[in-house]
Nanobody, 124 residues
Framework: QVQLVESGGGSVQAGSSLRLTCTLL????????VGWFREAPGKEREFVAG????????NYADSVKGRSIISRDNAKNTVYLQMNKLAPEDTAVYYC?????????????????WGQGTQVTVSS
């Protein structure tokens, strides 16, 4: 049984920063790639960032590239997503997911396990 738990969401002003945290319980964390996705009201779930099992393969969506950093600490079974210069269009529920390929890809179908999500709301 794999459980993913997100935290760190909240309501912030535009230009602020947030750090989202994803902790994996129940399996060997270091075998999984981990990705962050987001889903805004009325829109499809979209890829935000992904990191491979060793932390040396990283992918970002163009929408967050240059203002977000994904990292992982395998000793703590945790992945972080630091998001800076937040804008209202970043408002969404953010989900972390475990990728069975191990590479943290941008393909949603590669992700086998999902967390419950954490809400991020950015006001102008």
């Amino acid at each position: 049984q794999v459980q993913l738990v997100e935290s760190g969401g909240g309501s912030v002003q535009a230009g602020s920063s947030l750090r989202l945290t994803c902790t994996l319980l129940g399996r060997t964390f270091s075998l999984f790639g981990v990705g962050w996705f987001r889903e805004a009201p009325g829109k499809e779930r979209e890829f935000v960032a992904g990191i491979g099992f060793r932390g040396d393969t990283i992918n970002y969506a163009d929408s967050v590239k240059g203002r977000s950093i994904i990292s992982r600490d395998n000793a703590k079974n945790t992945v972080y997503l630091q998001m800076n210069k937040l804008a209202p269009e970043d408002t969404a529920v953010y989900y972390c997911a475990a990728d069975h390929t191990g590479w943290g890809t941008s393909r949603i179908n590669d992700y086998e396990y999902w967390g419950q999500g954490t809400q991020v709301t950015v006001s102008s």
